[in-house]
């Protein structure tokens, strides 16, 4: 539990810091989820693994050989370090049209000419900038990721990211969290049953 507590508030000072500029600077907001993430950074570690019945079939029928492997080519997901290789090549595709990584956390970056703030965390990206900006790095990150991206977020919508929701409001930004977590306490202490508040 105490491995859980710390790593969410390793993320949540992220998540505060891209807040308070968007508050600040009274930006926009862009989630991108990437679509099958870990199948985009090079496997550079010697790895193989079984053909599918179907190929071996194939090689069957060919009279090619049937005892071979697969060498493979790409991070498959459940590999240890699949995350921040993801991360790293992201990293490195941002700072290729000019962003700059952030010394202390460089799982931060900024556009500066483009005024964006982006976080990346594991196969998620989290901007805040200026609209056009925003519809720009979606442009210059086409075709050399798949990311599915959130409409922009504007004065007076609700999203989530990293399972915490949020309204971005007139005067800030509402942080609601998520009642889950919470929830999970009070079923693991047993008290489900007990009041949501008591006063005395």
Known sequence: MAVQVRRQGAEARGRR???????????????????????????????????????????????????????????????????????FLVSVLLTDIGCERCPRDPSFLRHVKQELIIEIHQDDIHIAGPEASLE???????????????????????????????VLAKDGLWDLGNKK?????LRT??????SPLSCG
Request: aromatic share 10%.
């Open 17 to 87: 810091l891209i807040n308070i500029i968007d508050i600040k600077k009274k930006v926009f907001f862009l989630i991108g989820d990437a679509t099958n993430a870990y199948w985009h950074v090079a496997e550079d570690e010697l790895g193989a693994c079984d053909p599918p019945p179907e190929m071996l079939e194939e090689r069957r029928r060919k009279g090619l050989r049937t005892d071979v492997w697969l060498k493979l080519e790409k991070k498959p997901y459940g590999r240890r370090n699949a995350s921040a290789k993801y991360g």
């Open 136 to 166: 720009w790095i979606k442009d210059m990150l086409e075709g050399k990721i798949l990311v599915k991206w959130s409409d922009i977020i504007k004065e007076g919508m609700r999203y989530s990211h990293l399972k915490r929701h949020r």
């Open 181 to 185: 977590y919470p929830v999970e306490i």
């Open 189 to 194: 202490l047993g008290m489900e049953d007990c």
